[in-house]
Structures are given as C-alpha cells and as structure tokens.
C-alpha cells in the first residue's frame, strides 16, 4: 500500500525537475500534476495510510503553486 503513494511522490518529483530544468512548459507540468492529483485522490487505501495520502496531496498542491508562480512570470 505504502509503495502506491511513494511511487505517486516519484512521479511528482520528476514534474519537480521538469520544472526546473525548463524541459517541458508549465502548462503541460499543470495538467500532468493534475492527473497525479486526480490519482492520488482516487486511491482506496486502508485508513492507517490516509495521513499520507492527504500529506501527498498537500505536497501535490505546493508544487501547484510553484507552477503558477512561473506562469505568472515570477
């Protein structure tokens, strides 16, 4: 169960370093973090993993943020 939500937190981290290196635009990262944001949301989980699933999706949403950021030119 654990390994669903760390390979959720990989495929984010590689949006992460898109990113940065530039290698692919913000709006394309946007709409590749939303389907990791729709994924994560749709997992079926026992109870014991919900902090993580809600910890992903509040780490999915500060990656959000730093993309909006670059689209708005800051």
């Given at each position: 169960?654990?390994?669903?939500?760390?390979?959720?937190?990989?495929?984010?981290?590689?949006?992460?370093?898109?990113?940065?290196?530039?290698?692919?635009?913000?709006?394309?990262?946007r709409?590749?973090?939303?389907?990791?944001?729709?994924?994560?949301?749709?997992?079926?989980?026992?109870?014991?993993y919900?902090?993580?699933?809600?910890?992903?999706?509040?780490?999915?949403?500060?990656?959000?943020?730093?993309?909006?950021?670059?689209?708005?030119?800051?």
């Amino acid at each position: 169960m654990q390994s669903r939500i760390l390979r959720l937190y990989d495929e984010m981290k590689a949006i992460e370093r898109d990113l940065v290196s530039g290698s692919e635009a913000p709006g394309a990262l946007r709409t590749r973090l939303d389907r990791l944001h729709q994924s994560a949301s749709e997992l079926q989980l026992p109870a014991k993993y919900a902090s993580m699933q809600y910890t992903l999706r509040g780490h999915l949403d500060i990656v959000r943020d730093r993309i909006a950021a670059i689209e708005a030119g800051k």
